[in-house]
């Protein structure tokens, strides 16, 4: 379909002046689908709420859905001119507000703890809808409940979410833009789920693929992708243009900007992505598509709280088999590997879910001799990194880090990304090191 997905993150829409100023925005930019995200905060109140009626502190939870409800109240109050706008936004909120006072009444359920959750952006798309009505906006709503939907995986099920979202539509071809909820869906069951905290992100692209949009917006309060996180760096820049691979290395490897799950969609159904600032529109941001090889390095981003775990071979040589018996360790704990080194007498690999950690270890005993280091960092380069080019991204990286201790170097996974594991406390230093030598 000709048409964009637009999607806003919490303080894009964080308060009354930032509401106005997406209407403006989106507006603006034609026929196209928009996807919020709850306000700022509110996912994070909610998930205190649903904690306090877990503890059965009915008080505790009272009091912080009182807070929430005069945020809200205060947005209500500063937005809308029109009286009967007004009365009929603060409405659709009072339901969620009614719907947590129930709760608070009997057992707590984890279903109902679902239903809580869903609430930030039903109440943030409720927020939108009457102020595009009250700017004389034409917007089509899409309940995100009625089309977004996950299979018995977990994974979305995308036929049920194009067939649905298209007939929707579909049946409402007059407006100026429709406007629906990121993060929130359905499970195989029917019950209302979520895709994980920042899974709006994840909406956005699943929206963008299965309506072959022109383009998957991201709307921050960044322009774009950086060459290093300007909180930690100096002097870095935004980056242009990135191959779908090099985002995803990034996205994952701790550039906070885009959600890790956000990229698989728009790269299977090859769906430029750009990463826009809603603060300065008219810059040009990051543009992720398939772009053709560059050979160029684009970015590098850390990602923190990272435990080392080495596993030494009793035997002196690496036996046949116990790769395999180390990896089954890990799996068997449902712990994910991010990084890994081998030599002929050991292997080092890293984790960032530390929750199994005792058994985990208590059990790679039985293969060898184990070392555990805790408060480290991967650093990762990412780029166009193809060995056999002339661009000498390897020797570049680690001359940056002259000085650094490095743990471990991990390169050849893919062409996209060369990782380094340093202590948390060298984090800072590296990252400046190797922004003022490859950029
Ligand atoms: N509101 C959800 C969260 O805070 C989803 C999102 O913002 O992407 O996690
Ligand atoms: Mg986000």
Same mark, same amino acid.
């Given at each position: ?46 998930? !205190? ?13 009272? !009091? ?47 279903? !109902? ?214 990896? !089954? ?111």
């Amino acid at each position: 379909m000709h048409m964009k997905v637009l999607k806003f993150g919490g303080t894009s829409v964080g308060s009354a002046e930032r509401i106005r100023n997406v209407a403006r925005l989106v507006t603006d930019a034609g026929r196209n689908v928009v996807v919020l995200s709850a306000m700022s905060g509110t996912t994070n109140t909610l998930v !205190e709420i649903s904690d306090y009626l877990h503890k059965k502190n009915i008080p505790g939870a009272q !009091e912080t859905l009182n807070s929430l409800r005069s945020k809200y109240d205060a947005v209500v109050e500063e937005l809308y001119d029109n009286a009967e706008i007004a009365e009929r936004v603060s409405h659709e909120l009072e339901r969620t507000f009614s719907f947590i006072s129930h709760l608070m009444e009997n057992e707590f359920t984890h279903a !109902e703890e679902k239903e809580v959750l869903a609430r930030g952006e039903l109440m943030s798309t409720a927020l939108m809808q009457g102020y595009l009505e009250q700017c004389g906006v034409r917007c089509g709503m899409l309940p995100a409940l009625d089309y977004m939907r996950t299979a018995q995986g977990g994974e979305p099920d995308i036929r049920y979410i194009t067939t649905h979202l298209r007939r929707m539509i579909d049946l409402e071809p007059d407006v100026d833009l429709w406007l629906t909820q990121g993060y929130i869906c359905r499970n195989a069951y029917g019950e209302v789920n979520n895709l994980r905290r920042g899974g709006s992100d994840y909406s956005a692209s699943i929206i963008g693929a299965v309506l072959n949009a022109e383009e998957i917006q991201i709307w921050t309060d960044i322009d774009g992708m950086h060459t290093g996180d300007p909180r930690f760096v100096e002097n870095t820049r935004p980056v242009s243009n990135l191959h779908f691979e090099e985002a995803a290395e990034l996205a994952y490897f701790g550039a906070k900007i885009l959600h890790p799950t956000c990229v698989l969609p728009a790269k299977l159904h090859n769906i430029p992505v750009r990463l826009l600032n809603t603060m300065d529109p008219s810059a040009p941001g990051t543009l992720i598509a398939n772009f053709p090889p560059d050979g160029t390095i684009k970015a590098v981003a850390a990602k923190d709280d990272i435990t080392a775990i080495k596993i030494k071979s009793g035997r002196m040589l690496l036996a046949y088999g116990f790769l395999y018996k180390v990896f !089954e360790t890990f799996d068997k704990y449902n712990t994910a590997i991010d990084m890994m080194a081998t030599s002929e007498v050991g292997v080092s690999v890293t984790v960032d879910n530390t929750e199994h950690l005792a058994d985990i270890v208590d059990e790679l005993k039985n293969f060898g001799t184990v070392t555990v280091e805790s408060d480290m960092v991967i650093i990762c380069v990412v780029g166009d990194l193809e060995w056999d080019d002339s661009s000498d991204f390897q020797a570049r990286t680690l001359d940056a880090l002259r000085g650094v201790p490095v743990r471990m170097i991990s390169y050849g996974g893919s062409n996209y990304n060369i990782s380094v594991l340093v202590r948390a406390a060298d984090k800072v230093r590296a990252l400046n090191m190797l922004n003022q030598h490859l950029f």
